[in-house]
């Protein structure tokens, strides 16, 4: 299994910052996940983060946007940039079982509310 | 793109009964899973069942695959008030190697005391 820290739990940011969320793994891991919850909503994948390269992004997000870093085979940072109302939403970042199972392991997500 | 897509949206019952929940893809897959989420907090995983299997139990949790019309369904038993969550399927994106999950829209359960 994995734990996963990832922080802060919630933040209420005006518009037009940024918020920068950090997720800690207990084990190394390959590939981490972030995920976007729109209120009610399911989860939608932002990007995947790889260490060593360039996130790769999915359709409707952007790097200048949501800049992810990922400076080694435990941590993975994701910002939101510039941020506005229909920013609120709750992040999560996510692994696959470092152990090679295909159970997905979550953080507890990060509630932003953008006013 | 949203890949499964639960039924129903919410389902509301008493204690003790029992709530199946539906949920139906698109592509092909390696296993499909299921996943419970408590208030908006991180997602745990529940049960896996694997695209050469038909049925799987896990304590109170029955998972049942038709990979013919590409649904799952998950039934508790005897529910608690503390099954209370949303949960959710989600799929691979049937090849190899990491990939990311892929998950339907949940269905939020409530259990009355």
Known sequence: SAVI??????????????????????????????YRQQPGQSLTLIATANQGSEATYESGFV??????????????????????????????????????????FFGQGTRLTVV | SQQ??????????????????????????????????NSGRGLVHLILIRSNEREKHSGRLRVTLDTSKKSSSLLITASRAADTASYFCATDKGY????????????????IA
């Open chain 1, 5 to 34: 820290s990832q922080k802060p739990s919630r933040d209420i940011c005006q518009r037009g910052t940024s918020l920068t969320i950090q997720c800690q793994v207990d084990s190394q891991v390959t590939m981490m996940f972030w």
């Open chain 1, 63 to 104: 790097i200048d946007k949501f800049p992810i870093s990922r400076p080694n085979l435990t941590f993975s940072t994701l910002t939101v940039s510039n941020m506005s109302p229909e920013d609120s939403s709750i992040y999560l970042c996510s692994v696959e079982d470092p152990f090679g199972g295909t159970e997905a």
């Open chain 2, 4 to 37: 499964g897509e639960e039924d129903p949206q919410a389902l509301s019952i008493q204690e003790g009964e029992n709530a199946t929940m539906n949920c139906s893809y698109k592509t092909s897959i390696n296993n499909l899973q299921w996943y419970r989420q």
């Open chain 2, 96 to 111: 190899s190697g990491n990939t990311p999950l892929v998950f339907g829209k949940g269905t939020r359960l409530s259990v």
